[in-house]
């Protein structure tokens, strides 16, 4: 049973979320010329390229999630051309490797990200040598953005500390939150259009496509039925991922403090 405390506002609106798709240029092949390249190496590069991606794209009010690290992908509501030109310019001049971007926008992240993922492919293969920093797809225009544009569900596993953290092997620990997480990723994207990032400890993040209270307590009730992690939720709606994302923090701490499980900022 979801515990909520009814009457609680939540925003209604179309979502327009302008996603973008990363991708290291050549990357695979890289890697093993000359020779095979170390891993400690290789996993210091991807860690630092996605710290910097992440400066980059927060300072003009985006959010990347590292995904497979050779890919990531970024919420980049606001952000036009020229400074998608820019960030790609400055891992050019301070990396071995370039990047390649792809934009597109729909009320669907997951039909967005299709839409910048095809792009992409369409330019060339991701172990193409001559398909570099490759600049596809059209951002959304100022005139048609919205206060609603972008919806960020923080999800938590309640008392994760006292049921996992403090009582089992770290590993099995670790287990018990991917559990979660891969399963509420999967129910996300194929019952809401949405897509859902580990973002580390015990938190997941999802770029939702509108989704109403029921949606995100069904979600909660399937994850738990299904593979016996409890979450709960906060919700944000805003015209840039990060005050959607700031409120979805602040509705979670909703949650905390009032015990219950679905919570609008």
Not at 16 to 45: A, C, H, K, M, S
Not at 167 to 192: S, V
Not at 239 to 262: N, S, Y
Request: charge should be negative; proline fraction near 3%; glycine fraction near 8%.
């Amino acid at each position: 049973m979801v515990r909520q405390i009814p009457g609680r506002p939540e925003p209604s609106g179309v979502t327009n979320t302008q996603v973008t798709l990363i991708q290291i240029d050549n990357y695979g092949p890289w890697t093993v010329t000359p020779e095979p390249r170390r891993e400690v190496d290789l996993q210091t590069l991807q860690s630092r390229l996605y710290a910097d991606l992440s400066q980059l794209f927060g300072n003009r009010d985006g959010y990347v999630f590292f995904t497979r690290f050779d890919n990531m992908i970024a919420v980049t509501n606001g952000l036009d051309r020229d400074a998608h030109a820019l960030i790609q310019e400055s891992v050019g001049n301070r990396y071995p490797v370039t990047i390649s971007l792809s934009v597109a926008v729909d009320g669907s992240p997951a039909v967005a990200l299709g839409t910048a993922t095809d792009q992409l492919q369409d330019a060339g293969s991701a172990q193409d040598r001559s398909r570099t920093e490759i600049l596809r797809g059209a951002t959304l225009p100022e005139d048609e953005r919205s206060d609603d544009d972008v919806q960020i569900a923080h999800f938590d596993v309640n008392d994760a500390t006292g049921k996992y953290t403090d009582q089992l092997n770290e590993f099995d620990t670790f287990i018990n939150i991917e559990q979660g997480y891969a399963e509420l990723m999967r129910y996300m994207r194929h019952a809401h259009d949405s897509l859902s990032f580990f973002v580390g400890g015990d938190n997941v993040i999802a770029v939702c496509a509108d989704v109403d209270r029921r949606g995100f307590a069904d979600a909660i009730e399937h994850v738990n039925e299904t593979v016996g992690v409890e979450l709960k939720v906060g919700v944000g709606q805003s015209r840039t991922v990060q005050v959607a994302g700031m409120d979805a923090k602040h509705a979670l701490e909703t949650c905390r403090e009032e015990h219950t499980d679905v919570e609008f900022a």
